[in-house]
C-alpha cells in the first residue's frame, strides 16, 4: 500500500519555493490540508450531518459556519461541503456514513480534490477582482459569505473568512494556474 | 456584462452561467408510438422567436442548478428567471410557453 505521503501532495508546494513577486500589501499562502466531503440530501438529513459534525450547517444560500476547524460551505440548495482542517478524512468521513445509515443521501470524499489558498491583505478584493467578476464589497459579500465562482478561466469555491481574508479552494490541476494568476495580480495593484 | 438572476444566489455575473437550450418541453410518454418525422421533431426541431423566449439556464460555476429564463431575444433582456417545474408567468407567456 502507497504510504500516507505518496498518496496526497499538495499541488501548490512548489509554489512555496518558486519566486513569488516582491512587495505587496496582499499576501498568498497555502491553506493546510483538511478533510473535505461533498454532502447532497435534503433538510432532514443535513440537520442530522450538522448534528454528528459539530457544526450547524447555513440553510440560507451561499453562508458557511465554522466552529474551530470545522466549518460548512453551503454549496447549492440541496449541497454542502463539509471540511475539517488538519484531520484523517478516511475518520472523519467513516464517522459521518455511519452516522447517516438512515438518512436517503450521499456523501463523497473529495479531500484530494482541491488545494486552498489565502488572500489576506486591505486589497485582497481588488486582487481577487482581476480575474472575479463578483462584486466583492462588504455589503455585497460579508464575511461569513461562500460561493462557487470564477477566476480567470477556473471554477473555484471562494469564501470570506474575514474582512481583509479571503480563501480560495480550488480543484489541484487548476491549482498552480490560480496561484500565479493571483500572484501577478498582487504585483500590480 | 450581463447579470442574470439565479433562483437561489441573486444576481450573479453572466460568466458563471450556461445556456441549456429552450425550456418547457416534454419529452413524450410513449416514444415507441411515435413516427420518426414526430421523434425528429422531439429531439432537434427548436423555436427560433424573436421576442420572449422561455429558456433553461444552469448556474455552472455556483449553485450548479437548473432554472429557467425569459429572456427577450431582441434586445437580451431577462425578463424573469423561474425554477424549474414552475411556469412562466400569464403576462410573460409567449405563443409557445
Not at chain 1, 461562500?146 to 479552494?169: I, N, Q, Y
Request: aromatic share 8%; with cysteine.
Amino acid at each position: 500500500m502507497l504510504s500516507p505521503a505518496i498518496m496526497r501532495s499538495n499541488a501548490l508546494s512548489p509554489m512555496r519555493s518558486s519566486g513569488t513577486t516582491a512587495a505587496s500589501a496582499t499576501t498568498l499562502s497555502i491553506l493546510p490540508d483538511a478533510a473535505k466531503l461533498v454532502f447532497r440530501g435534503k433538510t432532514e438529513a443535513i440537520e442530522a450531518a450538522g448534528a454528528h459534525f459539530g457544526v450547524k450547517p447555513s440553510l440560507e444560500a451561499c453562508r458557511f459556519a465554522a466552529v474551530g476547524g470545522r466549518s460548512v460551505y453551503w454549496l447549492g440548495p440541496d449541497e454542502w461541503l463539509f471540511q475539517a482542517v488538519n484531520e484523517d478524512p478516511i475518520e472523519v468521513f467513516g464517522g459521518m456514513s455511519v452516522a447517516l445509515q438512515a438518512q436517503a443521501c450521499s456523501l463523497v470524499d473529495v479531500s484530494h480534490r482541491s488545494d486552498g489558498i489565502a488572500v489576506a491583505g486591505p486589497t485582497a478584493a481588488l486582487v481577487l477582482n482581476h480575474g472575479c467578476p463578483l462584486d466583492l464589497s462588504l455589503k455585497a459579500f460579508p464575511v461569513g459569505m461562500c460561493t462557487r465562482t470564477v477566476l480567470g478561466k477556473a471554477s473555484l469555491l471562494l469564501s470570506r473568512s474575514e474582512e481583509h481574508v479571503f480563501h480560495v479552494d480550488v480543484w489541484r490541476s487548476f491549482a498552480p494556474y490560480v496561484w500565479q494568476f493571483l500572484d501577478e495580480a498582487r504585483s500590480l495593484s | 456584462m450581463l447579470l442574470i438572476n439565479c433562483p437561489y444566489c441573486g444576481p450573479r455575473p453572466e460568466a458563471e452561467f450556461a445556456n441549456g437550450g429552450q425550456a418547457h418541453i416534454a419529452r413524450p410518454a410513449d416514444p415507441m408510438s411515435l413516427t420518426d418525422d414526430e421523434w425528429a421533431a422531439y429531439l432537434y426541431m427548436r423555436d427560433n422567436t424573436k421576442g420572449l423566449h422561455h429558456e433553461r439556464w444552469r448556474h455552472a460555476n455556483g449553485c450548479g442548478r437548473f432554472f429557467n429564463a425569459s429572456r427577450d431575444t431582441t434586445t437580451d433582456v431577462i425578463k424573469r428567471t423561474y425554477r424549474m417545474g414552475e411556469r412562466p408567468e400569464a403576462e410573460h407567456q409567449g405563443a409557445k410557453p
